[in-house]
């Protein structure tokens, strides 16, 4: 007689779980050797459409953010307009609870809405030890609103002052760039600042968490197959050829594509428009020294800082550019997704590039107007100085 062992309570809440015995667990199983996906939890047997009903996801919409950090209107009420008149257009992410492991043939991610044993408050909605409900990514790339004229720049004219100058989030505008002026990460992280307390530009556990919320819906890391390739197919040129943001404001919170060609128009997810493509966006809180070391903040951002508040995630990136095939993972990092190898393609893996350099470097994420495939919501560009600019890269 062959002897049978059951399992014991804590295997049998997980095999509970793992089918579906939770109504607020939502998870997915990534097998690195067959590059399938599996959804788990209550996403069980699900399609992408499930996620519309359910919390963090259907709790991301677009909003009206005044200076002071208070929400004048949501998508959808008569007084939401998003051409700067009465706040900037952002996109509230409510709080959420994560959870990774490591398994045999890849990795299983967790979400969830509520606190729960073993799980972990996302970064992102630390503010360095303090945590809150919300955080909000901005709907749009940046332009730059000239306090001395009181005007938005709506066609990047590289006038900004950047001691009193604000970044902004509207419809209609040319995404600011480095075209002639020294729109640096620092100088992007001045103009945010100078909005008030509060605002800063896109950092790495809010891009983390986007990411991630991403990877659980949509079960894929194929950002550009699941939406559209964004603003990603277009000739280089020799100015700053980004699209004007506002094509997708007809979608609001809904995911989804602009009319008109795969690769010339932008693309949205859950209202953030352009996470890739169009313009490379700065990224802060993510400092890479010399050479190859990642070093991440939840808050207080300064280029080039390695001590403090900026912790050592415990292992070197690849030093060779390439698509992303495997993702950093260690006991003080397992929320994000910086490569550990770049051995895949545009069509396996993360589906995306990374571009690395030597020297202490800065963090840029999406792609720009002409990368192609290389360009997705996974695609980290290492490559750039504190000090760099380029007609390519803007901020949010």
Not at 112 to 127: E, M, N, V, Y
Not at 155 to 165: C, G, K, L, P, R
Not at 299 to 326: A, I, M
Request: glycine share 12%.
């Amino acid at each position: 007689m062959q002897e049978i062992t059951l399992p014991n309570a804590e295997q049998l809440e997980r095999i509970i779980t793992l089918m579906g015995g939770d109504d607020d667990l939502f998870g997915v199983e990534w097998n690195k050797k067959t590059q399938e996906f599996t959804r788990t939890g209550a996403a069980r047997g699900k399609d992408r459409s499930f996620f519309d009903t359910v919390y963090p996801w259907v709790g991301m919409r677009r909003c009206i953010l005044n200076d002071d950090g208070d929400v004048v209107s949501y998508y959808g009420d008569p007084n939401y307009v998003e051409d700067g008149s009465i706040g900037q257009v952002m996109v509230q992410i409510p709080r959420f609870y994560y959870k990774t492991e490591v398994i045999p043939y890849g990795y299983r991610w967790w979400v969830s809405p509520t606190s729960r044993p073993g799980f972990k408050l996302h970064p992102a909605f630390l503010d360095g030890s303090k945590e809150v409900a919300y955080v909000y990514m901005s709907a749009y790339e940046g332009c730059i609103y000239d306090n001395t004229a009181k005007a938005y720049l709506l066609n990047d004219e590289q006038t900004a002052d950047f001691s009193i100058d604000k970044l902004s989030s509207i419809a209609g505008a040319k995404p600011a760039s480095g075209l002639t002026q020294a729109l640096t990460i620092v100088n992007s992280r001045k103009l945010a600042n100078n909005r008030g307390e509060g605002w800063g530009i896109q950092d790495f556990t809010t891009s983390s968490a986007i990411q991630l919320l991403f990877l659980i819906e949509y079960a894929t890391f194929d950002t550009q197959g699941a939406i559209g390739n964004g603003v990603t197919n277009m000739p280089s040129g020799d100015e700053n050829h980004a699209v004007p943001t506002g094509q997708t404001a007809h979608l609001g919170n809904v995911s989804g594509m602009a009319d008109g060609t795969n690769g010339e128009v932008s693309v949205s997810y859950r209202g953030i428009e352009n996470f890739w493509g169009n313009i490379w966006k700065w990224v802060d809180g993510l400092n890479i020294k010399a050479d190859h070391l990642p070093y991440v903040a939840t808050g207080d951002y300064v280029s080039n800082k390695y001590d403090d508040n900026y912790e050592y995630l415990g292992e070197k990136l690849p030093s060779e550019n390439g698509y992303v095939s495997d993702i950093l993972f260690t006991p003080n990092f397992d929320y994000g997704f910086l490569p550990s190898e770049v051995k895949g393609g545009s069509n396996s893996g993360l589906y995306d590039y990374h571009y690395q350099s030597t020297g202490n470097r800065v963090a840029r994420l999406g792609g720009r107007w002409r990368d192609g495939l290389r360009a997705g919501g996974f695609c980290w560009y290492l490559n750039c100085s504190a000090g760099d600019r380029a007609r390519g890269i803007g901020a949010r």
